[in-house]
């Protein structure tokens, strides 16, 4: 079992930036390719951002390349997504999840996670 905690989203202005963190529970974080996703009011989840289980390989939307990165620290059991130049159009609850399999890759879909996080806003004004 896994518990996922995400935190440091707020509200910051257009061009700014923020970094999330993922704090996860349990003996198999280092095992686990993590991803960030986001839903904006309206819209379906979308996938933002994911790392394998080593931190070696990372994956991101096409919307956010060049802007955001992920990170992980398995000793602390913690991935990060740090956020760059955001826009407005980022504003949305941000998770974190983590795969259902051991040793994956950087999975781009929903089902491929079997935990997730409550989620933490994240408000980019113009």
């Known amino acids: 079992q896994v518990q996922l905690v995400e935190s440091g989203g707020g509200l910051v202005q257009a061009g700014g930036s923020l970094r999330l963190s993922c704090a996860a529970s349990g003996r198999t974080f280092s095992r686990r390719a993590m991803g960030w996703f986001r839903q904006a009011p309206g819209k379906e989840r979308e996938f933002v951002a994911a790392i394998d289980w080593s931190g070696s390989n990372t994956n991101f939307a096409d919307s956010v390349k060049g802007r955001f990165t992920i990170s992980r620290d398995n000793a602390k059991n913690t991935v990060y997504l740090q956020m760059n130049s955001l826009k407005p159009e980022d504003t949305a609850v941000y998770y974190c999840?983590?795969?259902?399999?051991?040793?994956?890759?950087?999975?781009?879909?929903?089902?491929?996670?079997?935990?997730w996080g409550q989620g933490t806003q994240v408000t980019v004004s113009s």
């Open positions: 999840a983590a795969s259902d399999r051991y040793f994956g890759g950087t999975a781009s879909k929903e089902y491929e996670y079997r935990y």
